[in-house]
């Protein structure tokens, strides 16, 4: 398959929005909760939209993907 993103990219954008992005918001907003630090609605929800944002670009590398031909078919 051909992708839209390079692999290495896609693997990346793929942990960040689905792991790393999640738990950092939430994370964050937790803390900002208990110790009164800033910001705490505005981190988390900009997390989410980078998150949607990633799957949104991890959508449309799948969706646009294109069978290569092997070698051994030829």
Not at 14 to 41: E, H, N, Q
Not at 60 to 65: D, I, L, M, R
């Amino acid at each position: 398959m051909s992708y839209f993103l390079p692999d290495k990219v896609y693997q990346i954008l793929k942990w960040a929005g689905l792991i790393a992005l999640p738990a950092l918001g939430t994370f964050y907003s937790t803390l900002a909760g208990v110790w009164g630090l800033p910001f705490g609605t505005e981190v988390l929800r900009t997390c989410a939209a980078l998150g949607v944002l990633f799957g949104v670009l991890l959508g449309v590398s799948q969706a646009t993907a294109r069978e290569t031909k092997s070698k051994d078919m030829d």
